[in-house]
């Protein structure tokens, strides 16, 4: 994951997953340029199965503006968990 422009972030990921999935969701962290915590945010990806390539870009929290870098925090099957 890297910063694209100010207020997005891309993604160019291969499934590792050993077994289809319906759904996983993926956990990040916004951070400073000093490695300061400015948000959170998540993103699904529905039908995960093995070795399948996800691109997207996506937009930012409102609370990350000025992110420098956003990183992996967790990937979880559960929405429960993903969306507190």
Same mark, same amino acid.
């Given at each position: 994951?890297? =910063?694209?422009?100010? &207020?997005?972030?891309? $993604?160019? *990921?291969?499934?590792? /997953?050993?077994?289809?999935?319906?759904? #996983?969701?993926?956990?990040?962290?916004?951070?400073?340029? =000093?490695?300061?915590? &400015?948000?959170?945010? $998540?993103? *699904?990806?529905?039908? /995960?199965?093995?070795?399948?390539?996800? #691109?997207?870009?996506?937009?930012?929290?409102?609370?990350?503006?000025?992110?420098?870098?956003?990183?992996?925090?967790?990937?979880?099957?559960?929405?429960?968990?993903?969306?507190?």
């Amino acid at each position: 994951m890297v =910063k694209s422009e100010d &207020l997005r972030y891309f $993604v160019d *990921a291969v499934s590792k /997953c050993s077994r289809e999935y319906d759904a #996983v969701y993926v956990m990040v962290s916004f951070l400073d340029a =000093k490695g300061g915590h &400015l948000d959170d945010g $998540v993103w *699904a990806i529905y039908w /995960c199965r093995p070795g399948r390539r996800e #691109v997207h870009e996506f937009g930012i929290p409102s609370r990350a503006a000025g992110f420098n870098r956003v990183v992996l925090r967790k990937i979880t099957a559960d929405s429960v968990e993903a969306l507190r």
